[in-house]
Structures are given as structure tokens and as C-alpha cells.
């Protein structure tokens, strides 16, 4: 840790803090980076003055953490930890069933001691399907069986480093003192808040491609949409054809001559009438002679 000590004074080496804030911002955009990619970083600190902050801390953005004892083999024998895992949600799944009734007393004590003691080392990993993507320790001596996990299936690890830790091994080192409360809260939350940002940044980005996508979408509808309206009003075209009865010229012609025959045979309608209406005036009138010509 020689290049992280700023100076030792009354045997007490003192961090060289400027260095310490680099690293942070370094550690911090990887972390941001991770999880705006969808995937998990899971936090170790089994440390009594870090258990309650770390739990509470991380707990906020739904990220698996690890206050209890570190179960041997979590990573490198993983498959036995989901089944592990698997069995509790299969007890919570018993306690909803009609079955749980049936049980004696005793039996239902002994899963819930069963179920109680996974909940306390498992109860924090229960959404983590799949191997996490890195690691944050606070300590990495005491927390070594991780990080020697970890190393070995190529997880990267964030790691609070201490004077008297080897940070060798640490992908992102964080020189801090890892004993105090203070510490470890402040650095703890500055690592929750890039996680915050990253997966605000991964919905914002979600739901720009959702709006993309419907855009797309649309823009394939509009074309079929046209061909279909094209269609439907040749289809009304067609009909509207075929509705309308066309004249041909010949008809035409048969027709204005039927009319000029009607008008023609009331014209000499007409003229009966007045001829007839005269005939009985000078009949009234006693006009023979008047009656002969019009007769003639």
C-alpha cells in the first residue's frame, strides 16, 4: 500500500486521500457502467460496523449483498447455492399450501428453523440467477475467500483497501480505511448512487428504443395502410360502375324521338279541343251557317 500513504506519523499511516478520490471516481464509472448494462454486482462485508449500512445502503437499488458469513464455495459452486436458494422459495411455497396444515407441530418447527437459517445467509442473494458481474469488498482481508473466488472465475473485484491489506488482485482498489463506520457509509453510497444513475440511464435508454421501435412500426403501417385505402376506393369505384346505367347513343336517339312523337300527338290533342269547344259556342248561339263552315 506504500504508494497510497501519504505519510506515517506516531506509527499510524495516513492515506493519501487525493489518490483515494481518483479512485473512487474510477471505481464509481465502472460500477455505473455494470449496471447500466442489466447486470449485478453483488456487495461482501460480513464486518460488525458494516453489516447495517452495507444491508441498507444497497438494499435500495435491489442489488444482492452478503452481511452474514460468506458461504464456501457461493461462486465457485454456485449450482449448490441456487438449489440452496430454490428450497427456501419451495418452503414459502409449502407454507401458502392446504399441505402445511396437515403437518404436526414439530414438523412445521423444523422448517421454520430450516427456512429462518437460510433467510439469514441466503435471504439477500435470493434474485441473484445467475453469477454476479463483480464484486465490492469492504476489507479484502477479511473478506479473502471471496476475492479468491472471484479471482478465480475472472470477476472483477472493488475492493476498500486498508494499510495493512495487499490490494494486489484488486482490479479497482479504493485506499480507505475499512474500520470506520463513516467510511464505509460514505464510500458505500457513492458506489449505490452510480449503480442509481446507471440503471436510470438503462431505463431512459429502453424506452428511447421502445419509441424508436414504435416508430419504426408505424412507418412499415403507413404504406399498407395506403395499398389498403387505394384498394378499398377502387373497390367503391368499381361498384359505382356498375350501379350507373350507361346510354348509348343509339337509345339516345330512340328516346328523343319518342318524346318529339308525345309532344307532337298532344299538339293535335290540343287542337281537337279548341276546334270542338267553338262548334258548341255557335251552337248555343243558333249560328247554322257559322256551325256548316266550321263542320266543312
Known sequence: M???????KNGIHIID???????????AAAIRQIARSGRKILFVATKKQAKDIVSELVSSVKMPYVTERWPGGMLTNFPTIRKAVKKMVSIDK???DTSWEKLSKREKLQITRQRAKLEKVLGSIIDLTRLPSALFVVDVMKEKIAVREAKRLGIPVFGMVDTNSDPNGIDF???ANDDA??????ITGIM??????????????RDKEDVESDIEAEEEEQPRRARRTRKTVKKVEIADEEETSIVEPAELEEI???SLGD????????????????EEAAEEEGDDDAVEEKKE
Open 256 to 258: 328523343e324521338e319518342d
Open 2 to 8: 506504500q504508494p497510497y500513504i501519504f505519510m506515517e
Open 181 to 186: 463506520s463513516q467510511s464505509i457509509q460514505l
Open 192 to 205: 449505490v448512487d452510480a449503480i442509481r444513475e446507471g440503471l436510470q440511464e438503462r431505463r431512459v435508454e
Open 263 to 278: 309532344l307532337e300527338e298532344e299538339e293535335d290533342m290540343g287542337l281537337g279541343v279548341e276546334e270542338h269547344e267553338e
Open 17 to 27: 486521500l487525493q489518490k483515494t478520490s481518483v479512485k473512487i471516481d474510477e471505481a
Open 94 to 96: 409449502m407454507t401458502k
Open 173 to 175: 482498489v479504493i485506499p
